[in-house]
């Protein structure tokens, strides 16, 4: 059986159709990622008066509508469980001078969101909150302005909103970040003409007239491959060949911190695509061990914790990650889901207030996973489940669809191979 190919990127599926529908001209769209979330941009976007084909297709095609082609929406727009579609077009909104009303599910609308209305408030938008600063939220655009901002949060998406507001509203913006971030929108927008410069933890964007149209192969998502990965740690399978996976420095912590863990990982066909380092990964198994997560890593590989977690209980020794607080604010409170859900399957977990504590072993696992309905917490324990010894059930493995709707699928291919 030849390499397995994940789906495609999930932080580059959101931004090729946004910069698709703001760009001049037609744009193709390969390997998009069909999933809940990325149907929720597709969505949002359609509402705001863009053409959107069926997702379903292996290539689409979008003629765009310009940076001020979008128009305000008569109904809110739902981003179902997608805080980047929210945070994004957020600052699309304000740029384009129109209104819209952002509303999502009840774990999206709980999620901070005055993180995104502060910088665009100063840029001279209308954002109103909820009480609690979530959803739903009320974004007005009006003619901005630029500002200097200067972020006390390492968010990808915060430093996105603003630099979209800015492209869009056609004023310079510089974003300074306490740690670096994954850089896909500034890799996009210089693909597409726009002149983005980055100064170590500086980011700026120079007003554009336009954005030009472009085509995009969308790579494998890092952090699905990551799950991967993490099963070979396991001894889930002694080795596994990885295709076209993106490896977008902003994106490997997770790798880095498998190799320390005894993961054999190399990468092989190494190209760049739109702006983006693609490899195929091939991971073998080595002696697993533990490790220490400082939080400077944190940034890089926020998304991988639940599954570093769970490799974490079957290696030797103590692992420890702190400096993520973040996630206490993702899809779920994922400190606590995780810790939790080690303990009731028999590992020796504990949490702490920015991260955790594993200490591994080799005993069997059994028991119910509480999702909470995260993707992540699903598929990281999900590999734990691939071991013969463990039993380990889920109360709801379909969550897995918001970025992964073929994981289980996949994850049997493997086991049986």
């Known amino acids: 059986m030849g390499p397995l190919r994940v789906p495609g990127d999930k932080s580059i599926s959101h931004r090729a159709l946004i910069l698709a529908v703001l760009g001049r001209g037609r744009s193709r769209i390969r390997g998009l990622l069909r999933s809940a979330d990325i149907e929720s941009t597709a969505e949002v976007l359609r509402a705001l008066g863009a ?30 469980n997608s805080g980047t579609t929210a945070r994004l077009m957020a600052g699309v909104v304000a740029g384009a001078g129109i209104t819209a009303r952002f509303v999502g599910d009840a774990s999206l609308s709980a999620r901070p969101m005055r993180r995104v209305s502060a910088p665009l408030e100063a840029m001279g938008a209308r954002v109103e909150l909820s009480a609690h600063g979530g959803l739903p939220m009320t974004v007005c655009g009006e003619s901005l302005q630029g500002i200097t901002w200067r972020s006390d949060i390492a968010s990808a998406q915060l430093k996105s909103a603003i630099l979209l507001a800015g492209l869009v509203g056609d004023v310079p913006v510089e974003v300074h970040e306490p740690a670096m971030t994954r850089d896909h929108t500034e890799r996009m927008l210089q693909a597409r003409g726009v002149d983005v410069r980055t100064e170590g933890l500086v980011v700026t964007i120079v007003p554009r007239a336009t954005l030009d149209a472009g085509d995009i192969e969308v790579p494998g998502d890092p952090s699905s491959a990551a799950f991967f990965v993490g099963l070979v740690a396991i001894g889930g399978a002694p080795e596994i060949a990885l295709a076209n996976v993106g490896v977008n420095p902003g994106r490997t912590g997770a790798f880095h911190v498998l190799r320390r863990m005894g993961v054999r990982l190399r990468y092989a066909d190494e190209l760049v695509q739109g702006g983006e380092p693609v490899a195929t990964l091939i991971a073998t198994a080595g002696t697993l061990r533990s490790a220490i997560i400082s939080p400077d890593e944190v940034p890089s590989l926020i998304d991988e914790l639940p599954l570093l977690a769970c490799v974490a209980a079957c290696a030797e020794g103590e692992t420890r990650v702190t400096g993520a607080a973040e996630l206490r604010v993702k899809e779920s409170d994922r400190i606590s889901a995780i810790v939790s859900n080690l303990r009731a399957i028999g590992a020796d977990a504990e949490e702490l207030p920015d991260g955790f504590v594993v200490r591994g072993s080799d005993r069997p696992l059994a028991g119910t996973v509480t999702t909470h309905g995260d993707h992540r917490i699903a598929m990281a324990f999900g590999v734990l489940g691939v071991l013969s010894r463990n039993s380990i059930v889920f109360d709801d493995p379909s969550c897995v669809a918001v970025s992964y709707p073929t994981f289980w699928d996949d994850l049997a291919r493997v086991r049986r191979r």
């Open 51 to 80: 053409t959107i084909p069926d997702l379903a297709e292996e290539t689409i095609e979008i003629e765009g509508v310009g940076l001020r082609g979008l128009r305000g929406a008569a109904r809110p727009l739902d981003c179902g």
